[in-house]
């Protein structure tokens, strides 16, 4: 069976016909075409798939699109929309980013981190994002570059 | 190529993919889409070995959506593996492994595809299941491929048959006497399970096929030229009628070498007339796709009583699974692995591939060594524990040093053992005494290959003075192309990288390419690099002297300028010569680069595809570990890299190559292992396979030695895979330091080192 839903997603309002029982991230990248957000596990365990609902970070291939509305939902596509938010700029610059796969991911945990607290220290980024896998860079410039993102914020974000 | 480098190498210069990875923009393999697109799926056996007794996809062919549904009898003659081609495309009379594909199903839609899948109805009648090393090679072993002696084979290749799927082996020297003689003779087994490369984005691919037959694949690859080659053998389509593009690389590291989902993709294309997409789920990348072989390894060493290392014994046999894959060419590795970067007077290892009733084994960076090193790393530690000897004096006392040879012959040049042991023991305060009850330090050491073969490259200067490079060289994420070879070619334009275009592997449109393996991209494309820009600069500089009315040879080129090198006066822009060359069609530089193969005592070895390492380069690991002694959980306080590069191009990637391949070392050391039973895998999923995540791994140090080779870029050498070696032996050697208690299985889990510390050991 298949529902209307309305949904806003980087301030943007849609109306998407979503089966019941459809994931967020399945109802983002197929029927909304934002296809930055990732999959790798479907199951909750990697943070690939990382969307913020009304700031706060979710996963969402575990993320029914039904408990979505009524909620503000960002997407990596809706983070910097201002010019790259500052963590997407850190990112680039300093080496957090290889094959980048798991990049959408990490940069939507990070921005929501940031937001609520503007200067974290090494162990509280490395807590705040244990929760996203990357394959490939062994996390130091991941850590290195919200680090750089905080400190670069300053009316910037 | 060590001339003087241009100012942008040394640098770290921004990536040219890096804004549209952090923005979400990037096109991976699992975006891409074709208009008409459908979906394909794979239903797979339940078995790990089984003969087939029927197929029957009546029911699946009646959901509606369904266009199609391949069975063994519509893909007979399509067998897979590159070395041997032992596997068929899809099972025709038996199955040797759990997930085997049985039946290729193309829909309208991904749940059809699904729900096909489940209703083809397969017959099979069990066989006995062979789930280990040990099972597949007892007397009355059943053999899992009973027609082995009718494959097609690569040249070099040594099968014995029986369930062996290959056997390599190395001689030197006169190992009897010397073992009869030595002093000391130490003797160790230790195991290894296999580990999965688990790239975030698994296989996917979607194939198109033309009215003329031309298909066109576009796959997340590491090596488009080498799939184009596995298509046209295993389909038996010519070269010529395939062309191979590249989408985004959600990460590879070996795993995306071979063919995957493609031929699946192309059969289903070509009896549908549609496009046809097909993407592995993570269960299916787990249980069916070809990981990192497991390994039983035994040797035996003998040593003088000053420690002096003499000869080495060694037997290692690698789990394959059911199909050869890469393992015929792992197995010569682990005859250099186990050998390790030291001096022997006599050596006789032999490697073997065992076929079992698993997934088959595949590539994964650095293939074959980490199981080799760490049962030769370890077994060092043992030897300077038991003559009292301190394992960093142990290992510089046998260190290669320049000159020396390597173990089947080759003349090391270049060699920076001593100096990656030294600066790692140094960061590690290696000498500063015992760290405390439960606190441990180890050292391990390793070395790897630069893989040669051939690259190519054109650079392009269009109407404007834009210059492009087109490299067949593959970004698989590592900075290899879009960083290192892309600041390479624009410093030898003399230009900002930023404003370097890239176009790269495509077989449509790019030049050959060797693909993203062997930790070569950067020395070998970047080489091919400096070659086409060298070609097109000189065809400029004949334009720019013709205009100018001086000679070629007088002119340089930096900042968009072409001037004269006494008299800077005398000077044309880029985009001057870009409308003078414009009249001509615009010009093309071209260039290509292969290595002559490293010579070696071929006599010293058999079986063995790869005999040397090219461009050797060398590091050092070491790490402080503490050990809970109620639960057996282990703590890795520090880990330090050293490594040898060469020459750094880009400080920062090369940093994330050595910072990558720790982490997935550390990984293999502490976590990761594919469970089976029955050959079937338990834990086919990231809650139960796990990786190592930022409050796993402490900050990695990293130290890039730089002692130049004579042949990479200004003296790079490769980068991408040695950091995976070293960590299983550095921890397990600083778990044994912590406990007294020696760790000789993967891995390194608290039951297994609360185990240990009940078990049998030395006091610390
Ligand atoms: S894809 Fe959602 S957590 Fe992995
Ligand atoms: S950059 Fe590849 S998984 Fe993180």
Same mark, same amino acid.
């Given at each position: 069976?298949?529902?209307?839903?309305?949904?806003?997603?980087?301030?943007?309002?849609?109306?998407?016909?979503?089966?019941?029982?459809?994931?967020?991230?399945?109802?983002?990248?197929?029927?909304?075409?934002?296809?930055?957000?990732?999959?790798?596990?479907?199951?909750?365990?990697?943070?690939?798939?990382?969307?913020?609902?009304?700031?706060?970070?979710?996963?969402?291939?575990?993320?029914?699109?039904?408990?979505?509305?009524?909620?503000?939902?960002?997407?990596?596509?809706?983070?910097?929309?201002?010019?790259?938010?500052?963590?997407?700029? &850190?990112? $680039?610059?300093?080496?957090?980013?290889?094959? =980048?796969?798991?990049?959408?991911?990490?940069? +939507?945990? @990070? #921005? !929501?981190?940031?937001?609520?607290?503007?200067?974290?220290?090494?162990?509280?980024?490395?807590? &705040?994002? $244990?929760?996203?896998?990357?394959?490939?860079? =062994?996390?130091?410039?991941?850590?290195?570059? +919200?680090? @750089? #993102? !905080?400190?670069?914020?300053?009316?910037?974000? | 190529?060590?001339?003087?480098?241009?100012?942008?190498?040394?640098?770290?210069?921004?990536?040219?993919?890096?804004?549209?990875?952090?923005?979400?923009?990037?096109?991976?393999?699992?975006?891409?889409?074709?208009?008409?697109?459908?979906?394909?799926?794979?239903?797979?056996?339940?078995?790990?070995?089984?003969?087939?007794?029927?197929?029957?996809?009546?029911?699946?062919?009646?959901?509606?959506?369904?266009?199609?549904?391949?069975?063994?009898?519509?893909?007979?003659?399509?067998?897979?593996?590159?070395?041997?081609?032992?596997?068929?495309?899809?099972?025709?009379?038996?199955?040797?492994?759990?997930?085997?594909?049985?039946?290729?199903?193309?829909?309208?839609?991904?749940?059809?595809?699904?729900?096909?899948?489940?209703?083809?109805?397969?017959?099979?009648?069990?066989?006995?299941?062979?789930?280990?090393?040990?099972?597949?090679?007892?007397?009355?072993?059943?053999?899992?491929?009973?027609?082995?002696?009718?494959?097609?084979?690569?040249?070099?290749?040594?099968?014995?048959?029986?369930?062996?799927?290959?056997?390599?082996?190395?001689?030197?020297?006169?190992?009897?006497?010397?073992?009869?003689?030595?002093?000391?003779?130490?003797?160790?087994?230790?195991?290894?399970?296999?580990?999965?490369?688990?790239?975030?984005?698994?296989?996917?691919?979607?194939?198109?096929?033309?009215?003329?037959?031309?298909?066109?694949?576009?796959?997340?690859?590491?090596?488009?030229?080498?799939?184009?080659?596995?298509?046209?053998?295993?389909?038996?389509?010519?070269?010529?009628?395939?062309?191979?593009?590249?989408?985004?690389?959600?990460?590879?590291?070996?795993?995306?070498?071979?063919?995957?989902?493609?031929?699946?993709?192309?059969?289903?294309?070509?009896?549908?007339?549609?496009?046809?997409?097909?993407?592995?789920?993570?269960?299916?990348?787990?249980?069916?796709?070809?990981?990192?072989?497991?390994?039983?390894?035994?040797?035996?060493?003998?040593?003088?009583?000053?420690?002096?290392?003499?000869?080495?014994?060694?037997?290692?046999?690698?789990?394959?699974?059911?199909?050869?894959?890469?393992?015929?060419?792992?197995?010569?590795?682990?005859?250099?692995?186990?050998?390790?970067?030291?001096?022997?007077?006599?050596?006789?290892?032999?490697?073997?591939?065992?076929?079992?009733?698993?997934?088959?084994?595949?590539?994964?960076?650095?293939?074959?060594?980490?199981?080799?090193?760490?049962?030769?790393?370890?077994?060092?530690?043992?030897?300077?524990?038991?003559?009292?000897?301190?394992?960093?004096?142990?290992?510089?006392?046998?260190?290669?040093?320049?000159?020396?040879?390597?173990?089947?012959?080759?003349?090391?040049?270049?060699?920076?053992?001593?100096?990656?042991?030294?600066?790692?023991?140094?960061?590690?305060?290696?000498?500063?005494?015992?760290?405390?009850?439960?606190?441990?330090?180890?050292?391990?050491?390793?070395?790897?290959?630069?893989?040669?073969?051939?690259?190519?490259?054109?650079?392009?200067?269009?109407?404007?003075?834009?210059?492009?490079?087109?490299?067949?060289?593959?970004?698989?994420?590592?900075?290899?192309?879009?960083?290192?070879?892309?600041?390479?070619?624009?410093?030898?334009?003399?230009?900002?990288?930023?404003?370097?275009?890239?176009?790269?592997?495509?077989?449509?449109?790019?030049?050959?390419?060797?693909?993203?393996?062997?930790?070569?991209?950067?020395?070998?494309?970047?080489?091919?690099?400096?070659?086409?820009?060298?070609?097109?600069?000189?065809?400029?500089?004949?334009?720019?002297?013709?205009?100018?009315?001086?000679?070629?040879?007088?002119?340089?080129?930096?900042?968009?300028?072409?001037?004269?090198?006494?008299?800077?006066?005398?000077?044309?822009?880029?985009?001057?010569?870009?409308?003078?060359?414009?009249?001509?069609?615009?010009?093309?530089?071209?260039?290509?680069?292969?290595?002559?193969?490293?010579?070696?005592?071929?006599?010293?070895?058999?079986?063995?595809?790869?005999?040397?390492?090219?461009?050797?380069?060398?590091?050092?690991?070491?790490?402080?570990?503490?050990?809970?002694?109620?639960?057996?959980?282990?703590?890795?306080?520090?880990?330090?890299?050293?490594?040898?590069?060469?020459?750094?191009?880009?400080?920062?990637?090369?940093?994330?190559?050595?910072?990558?391949?720790?982490?997935?070392?550390?990984?293999?050391?502490?976590?990761?292992?594919?469970?089976?039973?029955?050959?079937?895998?338990?834990?086919?999923?990231?809650?139960?396979?796990?990786?190592?995540?930022?409050?796993?791994?402490?900050?990695?140090?990293?130290?890039?030695?730089?002692?130049?080779?004579?042949?990479?870029?200004?003296?790079?050498?490769?980068?991408?895979?040695?950091?995976?070696?070293?960590?299983?032996?550095?921890?397990?050697?600083?778990?044994?330091?912590?406990?007294?208690?020696?760790?000789?299985?993967?891995?390194?889990?608290?039951?297994?080192?609360?185990?240990?510390?009940?078990?049998?050991?030395?006091?610390?």
């Amino acid at each position: 069976m298949s529902h209307p839903l309305r949904l806003t997603v980087n301030d943007g309002e849609y109306l998407v016909i979503a089966a019941a029982g459809a994931y967020l991230l399945d109802v983002l990248r197929d029927d909304l075409g934002l296809q930055g957000t990732k999959e790798a596990c479907a199951e909750g365990e990697c943070g690939s798939c990382t969307v913020l609902i009304d700031g706060e970070p979710v996963d969402s291939c575990i993320y029914f699109a039904a408990q979505a509305t009524g909620k503000r939902i960002t997407t990596v596509e809706g983070l910097g929309r201002n010019g790259a938010h500052p963590v997407q700029r &850190a990112f $680039a610059a300093l080496g957090a980013v290889q094959c =980048g796969f798991c990049t959408p991911g990490f940069v +939507v945990a @990070a #921005a !929501a981190l940031l937001q609520r607290s503007p200067n974290p220290g090494v162990d509280e980024i490395r807590e &705040a994002l $244990a929760g996203n896998l990357c394959r490939c860079t =062994g996390y130091n410039n991941i850590v290195a570059a +919200v680090l @750089a #993102a !905080a400190g670069s914020q300053d009316g910037d974000a | 190529m060590t001339a003087p480098a241009p100012d942008t190498v040394g640098r770290s210069v921004g990536r040219l993919d890096g804004g549209a990875k952090v923005t979400g923009r990037y096109e991976y393999g699992v975006d891409a889409s074709r208009p008409g697109m459908l979906w394909a799926r794979l239903a797979r056996s339940p078995h790990a070995h089984a003969r087939i007794l029927s197929v029957d996809t009546t029911a699946a062919l009646a959901v509606p959506g369904v266009r199609v549904v391949l069975t063994g009898a519509d893909t007979l003659g399509y067998l897979a593996s590159r070395y041997v081609r032992d596997e068929p495309l899809l099972a025709l009379d038996r199955v040797r492994y759990p997930g085997e594909p049985v039946a290729a199903v193309a829909a309208d839609t991904q749940e059809a595809a699904e729900a096909a899948c489940r209703l083809v109805r397969v017959e099979y009648e069990p066989l006995p299941v062979i789930s280990s090393v040990e099972e597949a090679l007892a007397d009355d072993a059943t053999v899992i491929h009973p027609d082995w002696a009718s494959y097609w084979v690569s040249p070099i290749i040594r099968r014995p048959g029986g369930n062996v799927v290959s056997h390599a082996s190395l001689r030197r020297g006169d190992t009897a006497a010397l073992f009869e003689s030595a002093d000391h003779v130490f003797e160790d087994t230790f195991e290894v399970p296999m580990v999965h490369q688990a790239s975030l984005e698994g296989r996917v691919a979607i194939a198109e096929v033309d009215d003329a037959g031309v298909v066109h694949v576009w796959s997340s690859h590491q090596y488009p030229f080498g799939l184009r080659q596995d298509i046209s053998d295993i389909l038996h389509i010519p070269l010529g009628k395939i062309r191979v593009t590249v989408t985004g690389v959600g990460g590879g590291f070996g795993g995306k070498l071979y063919a995957g989902a493609e031929p699946y993709c192309i059969i289903l294309a070509q009896r549908t007339g549609r496009p046809v997409k097909l993407r592995y789920t993570r269960e299916e990348e787990m249980i069916a796709t070809s990981p990192r072989m497991g390994a039983t390894v035994r040797l035996r060493t003998a040593v003088a009583a000053d420690g002096t290392l003499l000869a080495r014994e060694g037997w290692i046999d690698y789990d394959s699974g059911a199909y050869s894959e890469s393992s015929p060419g792992v197995v010569s590795v682990g005859l250099l692995t186990l050998a390790g970067p030291y001096r022997w007077q006599a050596l006789s290892i032999d490697t073997r591939a065992i076929y079992t009733n698993k997934a088959g084994c595949g590539s994964y960076r650095a293939p074959g060594a980490p199981q080799a090193v760490f049962a030769g790393e370890s077994q060092l530690d043992r030897i300077a524990r038991e003559l009292g000897i301190d394992p960093l004096r142990l290992r510089l006392h046998n260190a290669v040093r320049d000159g020396d040879l390597g173990p089947t012959g080759q003349v090391l040049n270049n060699v920076s053992l001593v100096e990656t042991l030294q600066a790692a023991a140094d960061r590690i305060d290696w000498d500063s005494a015992g760290a405390g009850h439960l606190r441990g330090k180890g050292l391990s050491c390793t070395w790897w290959t630069t893989t040669g073969m051939p690259s190519s490259a054109y650079v392009r200067m269009d109407e404007d003075g834009t210059f492009v490079l087109i490299t067949g060289a593959t970004e698989i994420g590592t900075g290899a192309v879009t960083a290192g070879v892309a600041q390479i070619c624009a410093g030898e334009l003399g230009i900002d990288p930023a404003d370097l275009k890239i176009v790269s592997a495509d077989t449509g449109t790019t030049p050959y390419d060797f693909g993203a393996q062997g930790s070569r991209t950067l020395v070998q494309a970047g080489n091919a690099a400096i070659a086409a820009a060298e070609d097109l600069k000189s065809q400029m500089f004949d334009i720019a002297a013709a205009k100018l009315g001086c000679q070629a040879e007088e002119l340089e080129m930096s900042d968009g300028e072409i001037r004269h090198t006494n008299d800077p006066e005398l000077s044309l822009s880029v985009s001057d010569v870009a409308r003078l060359g414009g009249t001509r069609g615009g010009l093309l530089g071209r260039g290509s680069y292969e290595q002559p193969p490293t010579p070696y005592d071929a006599d010293s070895v058999q079986g063995a595809m790869i005999g040397a390492f090219n461009i050797p380069s060398f590091a050092t690991h070491a790490c402080e570990v503490s050990v809970d002694g109620a639960t057996g959980e282990v703590t890795l306080d520090r880990y330090v890299v050293a490594q040898d590069v060469g020459r750094v191009v880009n400080p920062r990637y090369c940093e994330g190559q050595v910072t990558g391949g720790a982490v997935q070392g550390i990984g293999q050391a502490m976590f990761e292992e594919i469970i089976h039973r029955g050959g079937h895998v338990m834990n086919p999923n990231f809650t139960d396979y796990k990786l190592p995540t930022l409050s796993d791994v402490p900050h990695i140090e990293t130290i890039l030695v730089e002692v130049p080779s004579d042949s990479g870029p200004y003296g790079a050498k490769g980068v991408g895979e040695q950091a995976i070696i070293g960590p299983p032996a550095a921890i397990a050697n600083a778990v044994r330091d912590a406990t007294g208690h020696p760790i000789q299985r993967l891995p390194i889990t608290a039951e297994r080192v609360w185990q240990s510390l009940r078990g049998p050991g030395t006091a610390s």
